[in-house]
Each structure stands twice: as C-alpha cells, then as structure tokens.
C-alpha cells in the first residue's frame, strides 16, 4: 500500500511547533533531515534520544495516508500559520518498502532508564542489555519507536516505576498506544496486564503484531476508544497532544484507581501550565520533566477525588 509523504522546508527553531501541527493533520510520522546536505539520500528519520538537530534549517517529512488531499494539508498549514513558507512544499508517493528500509537502516538498540531497551526486531541485543527488559519492536506505520522525545519520556518513567516495584504485577492502561511500545514495555518491565486504546487502526495493528513478536499477545489486549473497557488502572500512561490531554481530562482521571499514577505526554513546552491546573483537581505530586521542547507531567491520583469523577462517567470495577 502507498503513502503520501509531504517534504516540507522549516527553521530549526519552528520544527517542534510544525511537528504537532503536522500530527494534528493525521501524519503517521514525522521526519527530519538536514536541508542543506543536498547528498542526504533520505535516511535520517528522527534525531536520536537526547540529540537536538544541529541544523539552523530542516526538512521535515510526513507521511500521510494514500489519498489525502495534498491542497487541503497545504490550505490547512496555511491558516495554522501564514508567515509558513510553503514554496518549498513537495508531494511524492512512497511505498511501503521504502519506508521500513530506511527505518531499519537508521534504527539502533537504544536503552531508557536503567533497564529498559527497545531493540529492532530484526537484531540482536548488545551484550550490555543482558538481564534487561528488552523489547522487540517493528512500529509499522504507527507512531512510537522510542526515539521521539514524547516516547523516551514515557519509557523513562515506566523504567522508574519498575524500580520502586510499582510496576510488579499491576495493570497498565496506555491511550494512544500506537506501535503498542510502552504498554509492552511495562510488561516487560513486570506488570501483569496491559490495555492499549487507540482511534488508529494502523496503530492498534501494530501493537498487535509488536505483542505477538515479544510473547505477551495474551497480557495486552488493544482496543478502540468506544470500545475500550471502563475499569480503573493502578498505572496509567497517555502519550497523546495537549489538547486531546485537556479535552479527556475527565475520562482519564476516572481510569486511575485512587493512588495510582499517570504520566501525560506529547506536551509542548508552555502548554503544560494549563494541564497542570486541569489535572491538579485529581493528582497530587503533580512533578513536570523536560527533554528537548517536550513536557511530560506525572501525578499520583488522590483518595478522596473519586466520587464526583467517576459517578459522571459511570466508572465501574
């Protein structure tokens, strides 16, 4: 199946703005290079955990589904921002060989935290991951491979939580699951179950395909949003944007048992004020970590800010 790739030119010091907004649009995923290496053949597909793009301009590349309309995503990126150069804009069709070549070609064993790794599915672990949780991934067409920023924050804090034992044998819930990476890095990491929830078909194929190459296809179970089950998790991870982070605000606190933990990610830095007062109505230890112009927030849901969230969404156990 083809897809439509967007190559679009930008200053270094706008990507993260045009990133969401690109997301916000339904790419699948988001892509750098450097514009002026003009040998560049295409193969850089994200900056490496904790790297910055040293490049004062960047081309960013989205890929979208056969068949968007191109003038429509151009019209839209327009009224996002109209000081947009869109000059530089490009279409081109890509198959679907291209895109998991060069993502297998670029992507490397990485390690978040102190024992998680997320390795290629078609290599070997390196030797320094032995006795680690080691998670074997293909992401597809779906967002999640570890290397964006929004991701390596969430692995972080899944890695800590195994650390404090907070993990062992606990129930996960992990909105906008994507490639499926953290729910199955946290039963790597020791939990017991995991539910992923996603509106992307893509997605939910994906974590699928990623649970049965790591074993655990009969510990996750992946759901969409209408058809996820209301229940109440000890951990909860929502890597999603800011604003789907504000609109389900409700919804998300009524999932977290009272005590338990969530980490919200997929915030950009100065959107995390108003997420924090939103939140504060439910979560103590309300704790904000920054890497690169990313935000994560994490919490630990109160006791006593049970009763009037859940009677509204008719939470039940």
Not at 112 to 122: D, L
Request: charge should be negative; aromatic fraction near 6%; proline fraction near 6%.
């Amino acid at each position: 199946m083809p897809w439509l790739e967007l190559s679009l030119r930008c200053r270094a010091s706008d990507e993260a703005r045009l990133e969401a907004a690109l997301e916000d649009l339904g790419a699948l995923s988001v892509s750098l290079l450097d514009a002026a290496d003009a040998d560049n053949e295409r193969a850089i597909l994200e900056p490496g955990v904790g790297e910055l793009p040293l490049w004062p301009e960047l081309t960013m590349l989205a890929l979208f589904e056969d068949g968007t309309p191109g003038e429509l995503l151009l019209h839209a990126l327009e009224a996002w921002d109209p000081r947009l150069d869109l000059s530089t804009a490009e279409f081109r069709v890509v198959e679907d060989q291209d895109w998991e070549r060069a993502w297998m070609d670029q992507y490397a064993p990485m390690r978040f935290g102190a024992r998680t790794w997320i390795v290629p599915w078609n290599m070997e672990a390196p030797p320094e991951a032995e006795g680690g949780a080691i998670l074997r991934l293909d992401p597809g067409l779906a967002f999640g491979s570890g290397t964006h920023p929004t991701t390596a924050l969430c692995l972080q804090w899944l890695d800590a939580l195994a650390a404090e034992g907070a993990l062992a044998g606990r129930n996960v819930l992990d909105v906008g699951c994507g490639s499926g990476i953290l729910a199955l890095a946290a039963l790597k990491l020791g939990a017991a179950r995991a539910v992923g929830v996603d509106n992307d078909p893509q997605a939910l194929a994906a974590t699928h395909d990623n649970a049965g190459r790591n074993g655990l296809a009969a510990q996750l179970e992946v759901f969409a949003p209408d058809d996820a089950p209301i229940a109440r998790y000890p951990v909860v991870v929502a890597n999603i944007l800011a604003v789907a982070l504000d609109a389900l605000a409700d919804t998300l606190a009524a999932r977290v048992e009272p005590g338990g933990r969530i980490a919200l990610s997929g915030i950009l830095a100065g959107q995390e004020e108003a997420l924090l007062g939103r939140y504060a109505a439910w979560f103590d230890e309300l704790h904000v970590a920054r890497q690169d112009d990313w935000i994560r927030i994490t919490g630990r849901r109160r006791p006593d800010a049970t009763a009037n969230t859940d009677a509204a969404h008719g939470d039940r156990t």
